[in-house]
């Protein structure tokens, strides 16, 4: 029997149209979760569904071959986002296991994290997921400190190895901090901090830009991305300067699947639409007042997050909570006038 570890929604989809799910009988619901971020297109994108009849030479090619499509891919990350190499994961939680290892071999020791930080669920991500501190599970063998989200003064009273955040928390918000905030992260990069960007639920346009942290002002040294990169298909990577590739050497990272064929080619067609989105995201923000996100990573603190979310089922929305109240990652293609009649809604519930 499968082991359902979730609080799962009541509703029974059996297809997806755009920025909708249609249960068994035929209730449309308008989706703001997109499958938890992942549908940053909706459901069967023109273009997605257009790669996916195209098939490939072959589904899976192991990382023992080179191809052009994962140079191809990989280069097109590279100069959206400013770094050099890219290594690809099955998804988030790998992402930031790698990109720890990568962090942690150029330059070992400390690492500080954040308060209801969520970076995954394997041990080495769940040592620094501030959320899952609680959680009975073994934590990796090295000091890790949780400074308050948002404390500008606490991070420049250390210096770490590593630092890793979420430039916007998402489990835990979303919630954007104070510049004075992101400028002290920059600050501890001057004295040698590597910096990690979890961007696995703020990036790929959601926020504005093809990363959060480049409207932030933060110039990390490594980003983890995953959940919308492959299109629907599991796919993470990690972006990561050439101080720290030039440190790594055969053998010290690997994954069978990582990078598979078709997660790749779908994810050369994501990158293309949510560059075309999100300037679609940017001016989408603006409209949407008392968001304390940003672009399309829509965040707002209640308490009554459990019967906004009810209520809004009812009413045919799906949205999702954090640990502050309620969070939508809309689709980017979400149109303001399927939008903002339902926030306005969700915020007369409040
Ligand atoms: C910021 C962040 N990091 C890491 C993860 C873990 O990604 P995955 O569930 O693909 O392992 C998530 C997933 O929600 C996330 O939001």
């Known amino acids: 029997m499968y082991l359902n570890l979730y609080e799962t929604c009541p509703v029974e989809p059996v297809r997806g149209e755009g920025v909708y799910l249609v ?22 994108h023109p273009a997605i569904v257009k790669e996916l009849k195209d098939i490939p030479p072959f589904l899976h090619l192991s990382n023992l071959y080179l191809h052009p499509l994962k ?52 041990l080495g991500s769940l040592s620094t997921s501030g959320m899952l501190k609680e959680q009975p599970f073994p934590r990796i063998n090295t000091e890790i400190k949780f400074l308050p989200w948002g404390d500008a003064e606490s991070v420049l009273k250390e210096n770490p190895s590593i630092l890793i955040l979420e430039p916007l928390q998402g489990s835990g918000g979303p919630r954007v901090a104070s510049r004075e905030f992101y400028k002290a992260i920059m600050e501890l990069k001057k004295h040698g901090t590597i910096i990690i960007c979890d961007e696995i639920q703020s990036g790929l346009g959601r926020c504005g830009s093809f990363l959060a942290s480049q409207r932030l002002g933060l110039k990390p040294d490594i980003v983890a991305l995953g959940k919308g990169l492959g299109g629907g298909l599991p796919l993470g990577c ?34 293309k639409e949510v560059l075309k989105l999100m300037g679609h995201a940017k001016e989408l923000e603006k409209e949407l007042h008392g968001n304390e996100g940003l672009g399309l990573f829509i965040g707002i603190t209640t308490e009554r997050k459990d019967e906004v979310m009810r209520k809004m089922l009812e009413e045919g929305v799906i949205i999702g909570k954090s640990a502050r109240g309620i969070r939508l990652l809309p689709p980017l293609i979400i149109k303001k006038e399927e939008l903002l009649p339902v926030w306005e809604r969700i915020r007369s519930l409040l």
């Open 238 to 271: 990690v972006l990561l300067r050439k101080e720290i590739a030039s440190t790594l050497s055969t053998g010290d990272h690997g994954t069978t699947m990582g990078g598979n064929f078709l997660a790749l080619k779908l994810a050369r067609v994501v990158i």
């Open 71 to 122: 140079e191809e891919v990989a280069s097109i990350l590279c100069s959206l986002t400013g770094m050099d190499f890219a290594f690809f994961t099955n998804s988030g939680t790998e992402a930031v296991e790698a990109a720890l290892k990568f962090a942690w071999k150029k330059n070992p020791g400390k690492i500080v994290a954040f308060e209801n930080s969520f970076h995954g669920r394997t």
């Open 23 to 44: 249960d068994k009988n035929g209730k449309r619901y308008l989706d703001l979760l997109s499958g938890l971020g992942v549908n940053l297109l909706g459901y069967n």
